[in-house]
C-alpha cells in the first residue's frame, strides 16, 4: 500500500505535508484519512499508522504477556501517539517531542513500508538507507 520515498519541508511551526500518493492510498485503501503518528521504538524516526493498521497494533500489544518491555514499548510507543486527520493540504502539525525523538529538522523523508509509513530527518535517512544498502549485500529473497 505505501511505497515509495519522498522528500518534503517542515515548516517553521512544524507542519510537515504527507505525500500526495500516501494521502491517495489511505482513501483508497482504508476510506479514512485519519493517521497515528508515534515515535519508533528501534530508531530515530516517526511511523505512521492508517488507523485500521494502529487498532491492530494495540491489540496484539494487549494480547501479549506483561513484561518490561511491553510496559516500556507501551510508554515509549503508545504514550506518545497522536491522531491526525491532515489539513486541506495534506498537513499534520508534529508535535516537539516526535521532532525531537526523529531529529527532524527542515527536510524530512518519507518511507513507505508497506502498511505504514515513516518518516526520518534526510540525513539521518541517508545513514540508514547506507546502513540498510551494506545489510542487504548478500541477502537472497529465495526466489
Given at each position: ?9 517542515m ?9 500526495a ?7 483508497t485503501?482504508?476510506?479514512d ?13 516517526l511511523?505512521?499508522y492508517?488507523m ?7 491489540g496484539?500489544?494487549?494480547g501479549m504477556q506483561?513484561?518490561k518491555q ?9 504514550g506518545?501517539?497522536?491522531e491526525?486527520?491532515?489539513d ?13 525523538h ?6 524530512s523523508?518519507f518511507?513507505?513500508?508497506?502498511e505504514?509509513f515513516?518518516?526520518w ?7 540508514q ?15
Amino acid at each position: 500500500m505505501f511505497q515509495g520515498e519522498f522528500s518534503n519541508n517542515m515548516d517553521e511551526k512544524g507542519r510537515v505535508s504527507i505525500p500526495a500518493a500516501f494521502r491517495d492510498a489511505l482513501k483508497t485503501c482504508h476510506a479514512d484519512t485519519n493517521i497515528v503518528i508515534t515515535r519508533s521504538h528501534n530508531s530515530p524516526n516517526l511511523i505512521a499508522y492508517p488507523m485500521r493498521e494502529w487498532k491492530r497494533l494495540l491489540g496484539r500489544v494487549d494480547g501479549m504477556q506483561p513484561s518490561k518491555q511491553v510496559a516500556a514499548f507501551r510508554r515509549a510507543v503508545i504514550g506518545s501517539a497522536q491522531e491526525y486527520t491532515p489539513d486541506r493540504q495534506g498537513r499534520v502539525l508534529l508535535p516537539q517531542v516526535l521532532r525531537d525523538h526523529a531529529k527532524l529538522s527542515r527536510s524530512s523523508h518519507f518511507i513507505g513500508t508497506g502498511e505504514i509509513f515513516e518518516i526520518w530527518d534526510s540525513e539521518s535517512w541517508a545513514k540508514q538507507l547506507d546502513a540498510d544498502l551494506m545489510l542487504l549485500q548478500d541477502f537472497e529473497l529465495g526466489f
